[in-house]
């Protein structure tokens, strides 16, 4: 850990938060994985390592486009100092692929598909899609840019920005992407407002913990995809019995230790292959 002084604030689901001035936070980037939204004892070592320098990767390549971000400094691998923001309490979603909860809206008629869209799973959209969520719920729930605005968090040229931000933060992603064989089937971006009022990319982009990232040669619409990340431990615990009969509430924390040894560096491997494919360098 490095050796800036600091005091604790909150711990995420990964990133432990720390106060270190005014103006500044550091996040500590830990090993710490859920599955099946539940905390899980084990940890996935180099994880958090993965997930900074994939982030600040990310982070310089849109300084580098004129893209405003929260980071100021990696005082270590796993540790990025930002700028302390008010973080706008919505998340916003870049699609670039019909999967996961979009699939299943569209399948309850709730939402449409661009024209020249296939209908089928993983399709790829004609065009991509930019969607807001609630942040600070449960259960992240879809809201309409008017609902944004009624509540009081944005108005139109704040949300116009944002979106343009994230077309272009696409972008940027998608080179990455293809040149790592992968596909970018969707993201997950947060952002803050400073104390000037510009609004500020926040938090992480374009790690596997925010991003959907399919194998670009294993890739075949209308199935199941198998996605980048944790799915090794998602698909060993799918077979552990007891687990998916019985699982336990959303947020619960698992003390024991349930993965075996070679899960645990297995899924590791493919968070250091995951750095290494999109950033061309060596982890
Ligand atoms: N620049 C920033 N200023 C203030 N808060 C930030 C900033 N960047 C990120 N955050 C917040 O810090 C927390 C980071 O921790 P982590 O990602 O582990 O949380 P989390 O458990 O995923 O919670 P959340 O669901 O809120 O993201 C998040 O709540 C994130 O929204
Ligand atoms: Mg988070």
């Not at 009624?150 to 704040?158: I, Q």
């Amino acid at each position: 850990m490095s050796k800036i002084e600091k005091r604790f604030l909150r711990s995420g689901k990964v990133k432990d938060v720390y106060d270190v001035s005014k103006e500044e936070l550091l996040f500590v980037f830990t090993d710490r994985l859920s599955s099946h939204d539940v905390m899980l004892a084990d940890k996935i070592p180099q994880k958090g390592q993965v997930l900074c320098r994939l982030a600040a990767h990310c982070f310089a390549n849109c300084e580098d486009n004129g893209i405003e971000t929260h980071m100021i400094d990696v005082p270590a691998p796993n540790e990025m100092l930002a700028k302390k923001l008010f973080l706008i309490p919505i998340e916003v979603i870049g699609r670039n692929y019909v999967y996961g909860s979009y699939w299943k809206r569209y399948q309850r008629g709730e939402v449409q598909l661009p024209e020249g869209t296939d209908r089928v799973l993983a399709a790829k959209l004609s065009e991509p899609l930019i969607e807001f969520t609630t942040k600070f719920e449960t259960k992240d729930k879809p809201l309409t840019e008017q609902e944004v605005i009624s509540r009081g968090w944005l108005g139109t040229p704040e949300i116009d920005q944002i979106k343009k931000i994230t077309l272009q933060l696409n972008e940027l992603m998608l080179k990455d992407a293809e040149k790592a064989g992968f596909i970018l089937a969707d993201f997950k971006l947060e952002f803050g407002i400073d104390e000037e009022g510009k609004i500020i990319l926040a938090d992480e982009a374009e790690t596997p913990d925010g991003c959907r990232f399919w194998d670009a040669s294993k890739y075949q619409p209308n199935k199941i995809q198998e996605s980048f990340d944790k799915q090794i431990v998602r698909d060993y615990l799918e077979k552990v019995k007891g687990w998916d009969k019985n699982q336990p509430a959303p947020g619960t924390k698992l003390t024991e230790p349930i993965l075996p040894k070679k899960i645990i560096n297995k899924t590791s491997q493919r968070y250091i292959q995951a750095y290494e494919r999109l950033t061309g360098r060596k982890f």
